[in-house]
């Protein structure tokens, strides 16, 4: 098994990225009213979306709050 380069994602984290951004937009919130919601900044946000990061389970526990999703709804495929 080979791991992505610092230039190539990976596929979990942009498929969790994608998750987190369809719950966004199906709650009509912004990046920034998200953030706020969740207690982290916007740009981490966008970072997460774009699944450039690799989130910490309070992290992902933060952003089900501000999204009012249970946290396995995004995790879950």
Do not use: C
């Not at 919130?29 to 989130?55: F, P």
């Not at 501000?66 to 995004?74: H, I, K, Q, T």
Request: net charge positive; charged share 25%.
């Amino acid at each position: 098994m080979t791991t992505p380069s610092k230039r190539d994602k990976d596929p979990e984290l942009v498929a969790f990225g994608a998750r987190v951004r369809a719950h966004r937009q199906a709650a009509g919130l912004t990046q920034e009213v998200l953030a706020h919601q969740a207690g982290l900044h916007w740009t981490y946000i966008g970072q997460i979306e774009r699944g450039e990061r690799n989130l910490t389970v309070k992290n992902v526990l933060r952003l089900a709050r501000g999204l009012d999703v249970r946290p396995g709804a995004l995790l879950e495929d």
